[in-house]
């Protein structure tokens, strides 16, 4: 009997050997003859949305062989909509089919952009409350979602802070410097040079004295020196103001006492002669003001920016009136006395839109603030000494101003305007007036300042190659 059963189990042995070999060479021709797909790159893939996808690649291979080029791929991604897309890739030899997919993810991955109005470190006065200049907030799906920008102050800084709808974080910062480090600006009535005739009475022409901080400082000057018209000679005359925190300005002035037939600064044969001269243009005003010339005959001079685009074709039709087109700034922004090269380039793309208004280059300028401004120095200790020399050496010529017509200053109405004009014009003499034809009161204050000028018998002309230089004493 044991015998018996030892025989059976010795057949079923035998039958399962025999079944497991057949199963066993049957799985190693299934894989040997099936094709297999490899993906190169991951088989999860995330794009942003516009973006281009870049297929990473596959293989194939079949009975050892490279078979890739017969791989159909199904490719279904669409990068503008976001959502989850498939790509298949099917490899078919007779009627052995293999198939791989690989997913991609579009979404949004672009975070917004904050820009900010105005710089983005910002230099104010101790104790000074800044006044928000401004902020935009763009994102590449939702468009302007400056409504959605969060605004936190901390101690030195604002921090803008915004999502997009896809919770794409972005935050910018603008630093808030608390100091002051910017001396009081010192303009002397009359320019810093001025003759008189021997043993007349010296009056001081007066001077106007602004703080960034402090304001008006004009009070706190301190006058030093004496003028003996009694005796020929130069004097100096010094004046000095600190602001609160101790910055310090100075400038001097140089008065000369000559014989009295020569006690006049005048220009060929001795006639009077106005140079009315227009800053900060074109603007709103520079139409009317070009109405009131035209009207009187009278040319003038326009040293333009482009601070108001919108007025540029005014630049033209001063041109075509007949006037004198120099150059003034660009963007009229004190960042241009940083370097040398960023006063050309603002220069230079001043003049390219003169160019274009009036079909020449611009060979006369003016520097904002004048020749003397000691603003620059908080940009560049000596710029304004290097850039009068580089820009003479380019050939060309830069013009200060004689008489101030005062329309800048904080009592800028139109008597005051007309009051100074009547002051510090001089007989006998060219007379550089500055005014700002963006000033409302002096386009209402000019028909008066033309018919006292022309009742005092002074000549009006617009700059040209035959019209004295007048320099400020550079203070930078």
């Not at 300005?249 to 009077?272: C, F, I, L, M, P």
Request: charged share 25%.
């Amino acid at each position: 009997m044991s015998s018996k059963i030892s025989s059976k189990n010795k057949k079923i042995l035998l039958i399962v050997i025999c079944i497991l070999f057949i199963i066993c060479n049957a799985l190693f021709v299934y894989f040997l003859i099936r094709p297999s797909i490899k993906l190169l790159g991951d088989k999860e893939i995330h794009i942003n949305i516009n973006a281009v996808y870049e297929e990473p690649g596959y293989t194939a291979k079949y009975l050892g062989s490279n078979v890739t080029d017969k791989i159909e791929v199904t490719n279904n991604v669409d990068s503008t909509k976001i959502g989850t897309y498939t790509i298949k890739y099917v490899l078919q030899k007779g009627n052995v089919k293999k198939e791989v997919t690989r997913t991609v993810i579009v979404e949004d991955m672009e975070s917004p952009s904050i820009e900010l109005t105005g710089d983005k470190e910002k230099y104010l006065c101790p104790n000074q409350t800044y006044e928000e200049e401004g902020y935009q907030a763009f994102d590449n799906i939702d468009g302007d979602i400056t409504s959605k920008v969060e605004r936190k102050e901390e101690s030195g800084k604002i921090i803008y802070m915004v999502k997009d709808a896809n919770n794409n974080y972005t935050e910018v910062t603008r630093k808030l410097n608390y100091e002051d480090k910017e001396a009081p600006i010192i303009e002397l009535k009359g320019g810093e040079t001025y003759t008189i005739g021997q043993n007349q009475k010296y009056n001081d022409l007066g001077y106007t004295v602004t703080d960034n901080c402090d304001g008006d400082l004009s009070s706190q000057v301190e006058v030093t020196g004496e003028v003996d018209t009694s005796k020929i000679g130069e004097y100096t005359i010094t004046y000095t103001v600190k602001d609160a925190v101790g910055n310090e300005a100075t400038t001097t002035r140089k008065v000369k006492v000559v014989e009295q037939q020569a006690s006049n600064d005048y220009v060929g044969d001795g006639r009077s002669i106005v140079y009315l001269t227009f800053d900060d243009g074109p603007g709103q005003y520079t139409e009317k003001i070009l109405s009131i010339l035209k009207e009187n005959d009278i040319k003038a001079t326009f040293f333009v920016t482009n601070q108001f685009p919108r007025y540029q074709g005014m630049i033209k039709k001063e041109y075509e009136d007949g006037h004198t087109v120099a150059v003034h700034t660009y963007s009229h922004q004190w960042a241009i006395y940083d370097s040398e090269d960023a006063y050309l380039n603002d220069f230079n793309k001043m003049n390219e839109i003169v160019k274009e208004q009036t079909g020449s280059y611009a060979k006369y300028f003016r520097f904002p603030g004048g020749s003397s401004n000691t603003v620059s120095r908080k940009h560049q200790l000596g710029i304004m000494t290097s850039l009068a020399n580089l820009m003479q050496s380019k050939g060309y010529t830069y013009y200060d101003w004689d008489v101030d017509c005062g329309d800048t200053h904080s009592n800028n109405t139109v008597d005051y305007i007309i009051k100074m004009v009547k002051t510090y014009t001089r007989k006998g003499r060219s007379n550089i007036i500055l005014m700002h034809d963006i000033k409302k009161n002096t386009m209402e204050a000019l028909p008066s300042i033309i018919s006292y000028l022309k009742g005092q018998g002074f000549e009006f002309a617009a700059i040209d190659e035959n019209t004295p230089v007048k320099h400020f004493k550079i203070a930078n």
